[in-house]
Structure formats: C-alpha cells, structure tokens
C-alpha cells in the first residue's frame, strides 16, 4: 500500500500502529539468557536482586542476605532446573510487570527506586483488591522464598537437618 500523498490521518493512524506494534513486540520479546545463566538476561538477574533486597535484607534474623545466597542465580536454577518449564516464560513476564509497572506509581522503574520505595511497592501489592496483582507478588514471593529457603546456608542457619534418611544397612 503505497501513499501518494498521504494524508495527515493516515500519517498518525501508521505511525500510532507502529509505536504500538514495537511497544508490544518489545515487551513481549524475551531476551536470551545471560551468561552463565539457565533463564534469566542480566536485566532480569537485576529485578530478582532488588526483590532480594526488599524480601531478605542484610540483617534479618537468619543473618544471610539475599547477597549472601547468591538470590538471582539461585532462582534462576531454579527456573531452569527444577520447575516445570512451562512457568519460565510466565515468571519472567511477571518480572517486567513488576520493572515496568512502577512507573505509572513511581515515574521509575522497580531497579530504579529505593529500597524503602521498593518495599512500600511490595507491600501495597500484596494487600487484598485485586486477584491478580496479589497472586503475581505470591508466586514472585514464592519462587524467591524457595530458592532462598532451600540453599544450604539457609538450612544450617535454620538448624534444619534430613530426617527422612534410609537407615544404615547392618550385617
């Protein structure tokens, strides 16, 4: 379809598309994952850091931060080695919602703001009102708090032992 002489409609109806078209495309595209990594692209690792941050700070009553874990590599095991794939490409949306979805409250992205402002976010996310913004900050919180609570550190500091252990064989 070629313009001739385009009209100042058809210049705003094809450019207005596009913008749409490349807004929605970019969001939907997911990147490659960084290096070293199952899933997640360096921009997502830095995401999952900052709920860290918030979610289990330096000092808290374990004494093992989320730096202490190593948090973003862990869930990105996680993801890529224990859950079922079909959750991949459905937690690493969340997390851009989670980026993205400060700006209209914020005027900056989720890495961008404080670790106060970050938590203040969280917490009005998880308050009751709507179904899907709070099962979205459940299954973030849930999939961190995993791959926290499973690292041996944790589980030391904790006090946690096996018991379900097969005997040993005598004779």
Not at 18 to 38: D, I, M, R, T, Y
Not at 95 to 124: D, I, K, M, P, W
Not at 147 to 160: Q, R
């Amino acid at each position: 379809m070629v313009f001739a002489h385009p009209t100042r409609r058809q210049v705003l109806t094809v450019g207005s598309l596009s913008v749409v078209g490349f807004s929605v495309g970019g969001f939907l595209w997911l990147p490659k994952p960084a290096e070293n990594q199952h899933v997640f692209s360096a921009g997502e690792l830095s995401i999952v850091s900052a709920l860290g941050e918030v979610l289990f700070p330096e000092g808290n009553a374990l004494e093992l931060s989320w730096k202490d874990v190593d948090l973003a590599n862990e869930v990105d095991t996680l993801l890529g080695e224990y859950l079922d794939p079909k959750v991949v490409a459905p937690f690493r949306y969340l997390l851009r919602f989670v980026q993205y979805g400060t700006v209209a409250q914020t005027g900056h992205t989720f890495t961008a703001c404080s670790a106060e402002t970050r938590a203040n976010l969280l917490a009005s996310w998880g308050k009751p009102g709507s179904k899907y913004r709070n099962a979205g900050i459940t299954s973030l919180k849930s999939v961190l708090g995993m791959a926290y609570f499973n690292h041996p550190k944790v589980l030391k500091a904790m006090g946690w032992r096996a018991m379900c252990s097969a005997p040993a064989v005598q004779g």
